[in-house]
Antibody, heavy 117, light 107 residues
């Protein structure tokens, strides 16, 4: 079955850019009418939707983060990626990649990203 | 953004109990409501979409209801594996927003 796996640096310095990749295994990222999302969760807190991309390349971003977020897809590698610029300590969280059609139905295991000097 | 609230924020229950969690949206969202279960240190798991439709593989002890602004998640007979935090999410309006969660622990 399809699985999602996040990867990327676990530590990012303030003001730098956070970069994460989600690798899709067990199926093609291009098959089906799915969108591919990023969601984050600060320690002990709730979930925040960051944005999503369709395999057509169209994107939607949370307005609260839109000026700093870029989500892209690489169908040849069966991956999609998140870039979050100008990070601060408030961006420290577990970052999840996810898949869905209307809402999320499949989650990656999550990866902790800490913003600290 | 649409604000989602949940009540209670936490509850203690015994194995076998029937448990109901309430989720309220700050404005009408039709039935564009999902429920997720999250255990400590794990990714959320999708339980319900469209307010009352079970995701594939989710046991029928979970049920959802509601429309408009008020929704409920019910666990008919709580089992040890059900102790977790439950989140609702609206996906009627952009951006999708989550409730703050309801933690269900053992009495």
């Amino acid at each position: 079955q399809v699985q999602l796996q996040e990867s990327g640096p676990g530590l990012v310095k303030p003001s730098q850019t956070l970069s994460l990749t989600c690798t899709v295994s067990g199926g093609s990222i291009s098959s089906g009418s799915y969108y591919w999302s990023w969601i984050r969760q600060p320690a002990g807190k709730g979930l925040e939707w960051i944005g999503r991309i369709y395999t057509s390349g169209s994107t939607n971003y949370n307005p609260s983060l839109k000026s700093r977020v870029t989500i892209s897809v690489d169908t040849s590698k069966n991956q999609f990626s998140l870039k979050l610029s100008s990070v601060t300590a408030a961006d420290t969280a577990v970052y999840y990649c996810a898949r869905g059609m209307t809402t999320v139905t499949l989650w990656g295991q999550g990866t902790l990203v800490t913003v600290s000097s | 953004d649409i604000q989602m609230t949940q009540s209670p924020s936490s509850l203690s229950a015994s194995v076998g109990d029937r448990v109901t969690i309430t989720c309220r949206a700050s404005q009408g969202i039709s039935n564009y409501l999902a429920w997720f279960q999250q255990k400590p240190g794990k990714a959320p798991k999708s339980l319900i979409y469209a307010a009352s439709s079970l995701q594939s593989g989710v046991p029928s002890k979970f049920s959802g209801s509601g429309s408009g602004t008020d929704f409920t998640l019910t666990i008919s007979s709580l089992q040890p594996e059900d102790f977790a935090t439950y989140y609702c999410q609206q996906y009627n309006s952009y951006p999708p927003t989550f409730g703050p969660g309801t933690k269900v622990d053992i009495k």
